[in-house]
């Protein structure tokens, strides 16, 4: 109840609720845990050795049973052609980095998040081909603007020409260069109302902080591979990318700033809300 707008009413209740948005939004999470013993790092990125993939495309989530994931990726709404290609093009050119574009059940979700957060300030820190910014962009509100944030202009080439052929290149601008430089120097006004951090995992506390000072009351903050694979809830497991997130979560939870939850989609997405 405490999320609902002034005058706002409860009027029906499943197991999960998230009162965070502008809206209040109903769902429902069904976890199951099981080990994918597949990690091959990439300096700063969350790129690994292909899990299982189908027609719907990679199963990130492989901290669940693999028919769990698969069914989850076959009932969220599929991507367009465009999508399709992009994803099959990247999966062409980058080869097993192409694991580090998010997955197509996520698209909708941040389609739907900007949606309903109204967002018209949008920024997302880790770029790459340009996915994940197409289905922020998509949901932004009219006059709505995303700033990508990237190192790599060999990447983002490719989610230039994917931009202009989605009819999205007046809406999205990107910014070339180590993300925390970039976001030191963007203005604090207009305030962000939403933004989506997917870049290298160790500076999350720092892209987390530069953002929430420039973030809108109400504002979202959506940040991907926060479960690791899962080995985030493993006690067994103590490298040091799994201790670094284990932090980060740690920070965001303990954050009086706002309210927070990791969502079991894909690699763990965690969700902020800016109180
Ligand atoms: C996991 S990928 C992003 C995937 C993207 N969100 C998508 O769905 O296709 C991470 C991206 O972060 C970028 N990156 C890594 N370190 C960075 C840094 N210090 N500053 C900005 N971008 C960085 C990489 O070039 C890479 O494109």
Wanted: aromatic share 6%; hydrophobic share 40%.
């Amino acid at each position: 109840m405490r999320g609902l707008r002034a005058g706002g009413v409860l009027d029906y209740v499943v197991p999960a609720r998230l009162p965070i948005m502008s809206r209040p939004l109903n769902m429902v999470f069904t976890v199951c845990h099981t080990a994918w013993p597949s990690r091959t790092p990439i300096p700063g990125c969350a790129a690994r050795r292909l899990p299982p993939t189908s027609r719907m495309g990679v199963m990130k989530a492989t901290y669940l049973e693999p028919a769990v994931g698969q069914y989850l990726l076959a009932h969220a709404t599929q991507p367009d052609a465009l999508l399709d290609e992009l994803a099959r093009e990247t999966r062409e050119v980058t080869h097993h980095r192409a694991t580090m574009q998010i997955s197509p059940d996520q698209g909708p979700f941040l389609t739907m998040i900007a949606q309903l957060s109204r967002a018209v300030n949008a920024v997302e820190v880790g770029t790459f081909t340009g996915y994940s910014s197409i289905c922020l962009a998509r949901g932004l509100a009219p006059g709505g603007r995303l700033t990508c944030f990237d190192v790599s202009e060999e990447w983002t080439a490719i989610a230039r020409r994917y931009w202009e052929r989605a009819g999205l290149a007046d809406r999205i601008r990107l910014v070339i260069g180590p993300a925390a430089e970039s976001l030191r120097g963007f203005p604090a006004t207009p305030p962000i109302d939403l933004a989506f951090i997917d870049a290298d995992k160790a500076a999350y506390p720092v892209y987390y902080e530069l953002i929430m000072e420039r973030l809108a009351p109400g504002g979202v903050i959506l940040v991907d591979n926060t479960l690791r694979d899962g080995t985030v809830a493993d006690p067994t497991a103590d490298d040091p990318d799994t201790r670094a997130m284990r932090a980060f979560n740690d920070k965001v939870m303990n954050d009086p700033r706002v309210t927070s939850l990791i969502l079991p989609i894909a690699d763990g997405l965690t969700m902020i809300r800016k109180n």
